[in-house]
């Protein structure tokens, strides 16, 4: 099943919901939008917020000093605070070569070091604030019914 990617401005359900600026809501995937309608419909959901989170990281691949955007951070009623990565499964783990052409393996490996080197930052961060860090792939969507298919 092919997957469409597309982006856009979310236009708010519940503003009250959302602790940003609530006329400056983009979503850079389908999934994310997935999600944001998801904060939305969740009673357990006080707050949440796109993009706002922002921790610096080193970039070990393209050896250089930059800013890792948090696609979600969502305060629970429990007090619980998440920061949420929105992410294929594919790109959380190493790439295999199998066959594919070298360009495109060495893309796919730069992103790999470029996507662990904003997680460990954003573990760090979490653990540092008392929040919780998690990435959600297809599979985590899907169980949580936030993706359908």
């Given amino acids: 099943m092919a997957f ?25 995937s389908g999934w994310e939008r997935a999600c944001f309608l998801w904060c939305e419909r969740q009673d357990k ?3 949440w917020v796109a993009e706002e989170t922002v921790i610096p990281y080193y970039d070990s691949g393209k050896k250089k000093q930059r ?21 294929p499964s594919k790109q959380t783990r190493p790439p295999v070569k199998k066959g594919k052409k070298r360009q495109y393996y060495i893309e796919e490996c730069m992103t790999y070091v470029t996507n662990s080197c904003k997680w460990e930052a954003a573990e760090a961060y979490a653990k540092k604030a008392g929040y919780e860090f998690a990435i959600w ?8 019914g936030i993706l359908k298919w």
Avoid: S
């Fill in 45 to 47: 959901v006080v707050e």
């Fill in 67 to 87: 800013r890792y955007f948090m696609d979600l951070t969502i305060k629970f009623a429990d007090g619980t605070i998440l920061m949420v990565e929105v992410k």
């Fill in 137 to 144: 792939d297809e599979h985590v969507l899907k169980k949580m």
């Fill in 4 to 28: 469409r990617t597309y982006k856009g401005k979310y236009k708010l359900k519940k503003p009250a919901k959302y602790m940003g600026n609530p006329d400056d809501v983009v979503y850079r």
